[in-house]
């Protein structure tokens, strides 16, 4: 081969080179962050967030329709099983849907670690509550460290401490919020999302948490139960009305 020959065969491979080189900056084309992933390999925590938790509970996981995920409180006092559990399967009765693929859903077990993992390192902090006793998270763990069932008759003399002035006495709302026994609310909530209502309140609207309501005089966790079925009896009774209707209809 030619002098002239071998330096025309190095030069075409160099701009070989330089052109390929020069197609990951053409104008327009997407990074490698920006290109298409198939659902399953997304792995980027505000992007699952964003595309599964968002729509209800707040695009920076607060001021949504259902709990703000964005609060150090209610993070300290959910487990991280327990989180991940709703997550995985949601919550039967209400408007939880469960998002595990063995569930029916659309998110893999690893992309489920990921959405707990980034909500607790993200949005938690622990530290801010290690002095503080928490009260129990359920009513069988409330069980569990010896508090007894809930009364709701209990329950009513409770609300109108601890409730009343926020939610109104007569129960139908107040100046500060509204009605919680209303029958459209109590059907889109389980008895639990009642309880960590009551425990952790809504930072994002301005509800206190169970040690507020009272200065000095936080809800103790038997108060805590006995309020959640008081609120409960009412969804109860309202099934229990629409049952009667039904069967004068027949």
Known sequence: MTVRRRVAVVFVGIVALSSAAS?????????????????????????????????????????????????????????????????????????????????????????????????????????????VALPPYSLHDASTLGSGPGDPQRGAVAYQTYCAQCHGKDDSGGSKGGSVIDPAYLALVSDQALRTAVIVGRSDLGMPDWRAHIPDRPMSPQEISDVVAWLASHRQAELLSQGTQSTERR
Request: net charge neutral.
């Open 23 to 131: 197609c990951d900056r053409l104008p327009g084309k997407p990074t490698s962050a920006e290109r298409w992933k198939a659902a399953t390999e997304v792995t980027d925590f505000y992007q699952l967030y964003g595309q599964n938790c968002s729509g209800c509970h707040g695009a920076d996981g607060h001021l949504g329709a259902a709990r703000p995920l964005n609060d150090p409180l209610y993070l300290a006092l959910v487990s991280a099983a327990t989180l991940r559990a709703v997550i995985a399967q949601g919550v039967p009765g209400t408007s939880a849907p469960a998002f595990a693929q063995q569930a029916g859903g659309n998110l893999t077990d690893k992309q489920i670690d990921i959405l707990v993992e980034g909500m607790r390192s993200r949005w938690g902090k622990a530290e801010n509550f290690k002095n």
